[in-house]
């Protein structure tokens, strides 16, 4: 291949270079670029005022003693000027270089016998008949020397010309013994607590869901399975059934414990009694797993069914633990924390919610195991036919069942989406998409061989990525917006809404990290007959332990960054006040919260790098 010539080389980076100039003029304008707007003369002082007031952060208070001298002067002068007024000098008093200017002018201010070294505002008074007791429009700040004396240039503001006169009043102020926290601290003292606490519990509960689902969203943990259409196909029958036989028998067990928990010595007694015959019954279970009564081979079918009541028997036993439990620390909650007064109210308070957690989420853990059991029974059905089966009958089992579970997913998903979209027409909800899925469903029947596995594995994978990409794409911010709607202003919102982001983004980098280990270990565990969950306790988890408490660290850091935006949108924490005293252009109390800010993260940048140099 012939290089080319140095004109066209030439002419190529000219060209190159024209583009690019092309674009970033593009870009000047659409960012609208201008620096003219820097060098204004209002700019400016706006810009002085505000870094000014960040530099002296409200921290601290006083008792001060206050002296105002309030002297005439006329916006715009009359004709003939304005005579200087009596002065009383026997105390603090103020002279002005001219006792009537126009709209920005300057004019000079010397105070006398002010209190030695007292300082304070110089304002101008506009009285007007909307406010006969005059509005303060602050013009600038003095400090007195050692005698209580005085002088500063003021530019008088750009307003109306009156006839009447206003005033300039000049405030000394001198401290008064010890100084005092501010409120504005003690505000910001309280919610970068509640900050930090908001990021801790987001990262806690966060880091709790992403761990299991990282393992599902690791390409190399789920490249290799696969698994007969047939299972497939009656597993996804049997999940959904599953999920409404579970939320119906919870609903009855519910009922039929409720007389029992609604009474104190009765839910003593059910704690204690419940869990001890579960965890017996559970002993009982695995501890005559695998044996042979008279060496005989038992029915597969019996075999599976007893599995399935012995399940059964041990989701009732764990769920009405659950229940017992949890209405226990619902009990003594509500006995405990009647007063706000008494000491350690927030650890009661912590008992009761966490009642009320568990208690609100047994509904979701009973239609998950009724769908674990049935889905899995299901399966295992699925799994005789294709093994068991000839070819020819496995085909025509699979043309029957794998259209009834296309239909019953495509209705399911339909029905989903008829939430968000209302369309409430059986023919789109129903018909359709059952017709639809049951005719993929039937293609994928006639395509596929009946002892031919699938790679479901690859395809679970490529869905929880997409649901984790799909979440993690949606900023913290909106999702505060959301959960302030559902639960309300307050860290309670910010705290959701910056856990089910750490979810996403964690679930991301966990994942990535199980899909670089070190494959020597896994096969050598494998080569030992392990089975799946055995492979990855034994050789993914100890490869994946530090790069996970590091990335948990980072995350930990990043959330009390993000609680400072999120508290812009009523999300809680520090970013709510300083939104609050930026828009009441208190720059003072704001520097205090940013202060806080900075220290809070510089801390958090400190305390994870000594841990990681520990730990990792």
């Known amino acids: 291949m012939k290089n080319k010539s140095p004109l066209l080389r030439s002419i190529g980076v000219g060209l190159a270079t024209i583009a690019l100039i092309v674009v970033y003029a593009y870009g000047f304008t659409i960012t609208k670029i201008n620096f003219s707007e820097t060098r204004s003369e209002r700019r400016i002082e706006s810009l002085t005022r505000i870094l000014r007031a960040?530099?002296?952060?409200?921290?601290?208070?006083?008792?001060?003693e206050t002296v105002d001298v309030e002297e005439p002067f006329y916006l715009g002068c009359p004709e003939g000027g304005v005579e200087s007024p009596e002065i009383d000098r026997s105390g603090a008093f103020i002279l002005l270089s001219s006792w009537c200017a126009e709209p920005g002018e300057t004019i000079t201010v010397e105070g006398y016998n002010f209190q030695a070294n007292s300082s304070g505002p110089i304002n101008f008074i506009g009285f007007s008949a909307e406010a006969p007791d005059g509005v303060a429009i602050p013009l600038d700040s003095f400090q007195a020397d050692a005698q209580g004396n005085f002088a500063i240039e003021v530019k008088i503001p750009n307003r109306t010309v009156k006839e009447d006169p206003q005033a300039l009043r000049a405030t000394g102020r001198t401290p008064v013994g010890a100084p005092m926290i501010s409120r504005d601290a003690k505000i910001t003292w309280e919610k970068i607590v509640e900050t930090v606490f908001m990021a801790l519990l987001a990262t806690t509960f966060g880091t709790l869901i992403?761990?299991?689902?990282?393992?599902?969203?690791?390409?190399?943990?789920?490249?290799?399975?696969?698994?007969?259409?047939?299972?497939i196909a009656l597993a996804l029958v049997g999940w959904p059934l599953g999920i409404w036989l579970g939320s119906k028998g919870n609903k009855l067990l519910v009922s039929a414990l409720a007389p029992m928990l609604d009474n104190l010595l009765w839910i003593l007694a059910g704690t204690i009694i419940f869990p001890l015959l579960t965890f017996y019954l559970f002993k009982w279970i695995f501890g005559h797993q695998g044996e042979d009564e008279d060496g005989k081979e038992k029915n597969k079918f019996v075999e599976q069914i007893i599995g399935v009541l012995k399940s059964l028997l041990m989701a009732i036993m764990v769920i009405g633990s659950i229940l017992?439990?949890?209405?226990?620390?619902?009990?003594?909650?509500?006995?405990?924390?009647?007063?706000?007064?008494?000491?350690?109210?927030?650890?009661?308070?912590?008992?009761?919610?966490i009642g009320d957690i568990v208690n609100m989420l047994v509904a979701g853990i009973a239609a998950i195991a009724g769908g674990g059991i049935v889905g899995g029974l299901f399966g295992k059905w699925g799994q005789f036919i294709s093994e068991s089966l000839p070819a020819t009958t496995g085909k025509i089992v699979n043309l029957v069942i794998t259209p009834l579970a296309g239909a019953a997913i495509a209705i399911l998903i339909m029905n989903g989406v008829n939430w968000f979209y209302q369309f409430n027409n059986p023919a789109i909800t129903l018909w359709w998409p059952g017709g639809i899925g049951a005719v993929l469903g039937l293609i994928l029947a006639l395509v596929n061989s009946p002892k031919k596995p699938l790679p479901v594995g690859i395809i679970?994978?490529?869905?929880?990525?997409?649901?984790?990409?799909?979440?993690?794409?949606?900023?913290?911010l909106v999702m505060a917006i959301v959960f302030v709607a559902w639960v309300g202003l307050g860290p309670f919102a910010g705290s959701l809404a910056l856990g089910l982001h750490t979810v996403a983004?964690?679930?991301?980098?966990?994942?990535?990290?199980v899909e670089s280990i070190l494959e020597g270990p896994l096969e050598a565990i494998q080569a030992t007959g392990a089975n799946r969950l055995q492979t990855i306790v034994f050789a993914v988890v100890p490869q994946i332990i530090p790069p996970y408490i590091s990335f948990t660290m980072y995350r930990w850091d990043i959330n009390v960054r993000m609680s400072t935006i999120i508290g812009f949108v009523g999300g809680g924490g520090i970013g709510f006040i300083l939104q609050q005293n930026i828009n009441l252009l208190n720059y003072r109390a704001a520097s205090v919260n940013m202060l806080a800010i900075a220290i809070v993260v510089a801390s958090m940048d400190y305390i994870s790098s000594s841990l990681r140099e520990r730990f990792v």
């Open 460 to 476: 679970f994978y490529g869905i929880i990525r997409t649901i984790l990409n799909g979440t993690r794409s949606v900023e913290a």
């Open 210 to 231: 992403a761990i299991p689902i990282s393992f599902f969203a690791a390409r190399n943990l789920m490249s290799d399975i696969k698994i007969p259409l047939s299972n």
């Open 54 to 64: 960040l530099a002296h952060p409200h921290i601290f208070d006083y008792n001060y």
């Open 324 to 353: 017992f439990v949890a209405n226990l620390f619902l009990w003594i909650g509500d006995y405990l924390t009647p007063n706000e007064e008494v000491p350690l109210y927030f650890m009661r308070r912590f008992i009761y919610q």
């Open 505 to 513: 983004a964690l679930s991301k980098l966990y994942s990535e990290q």
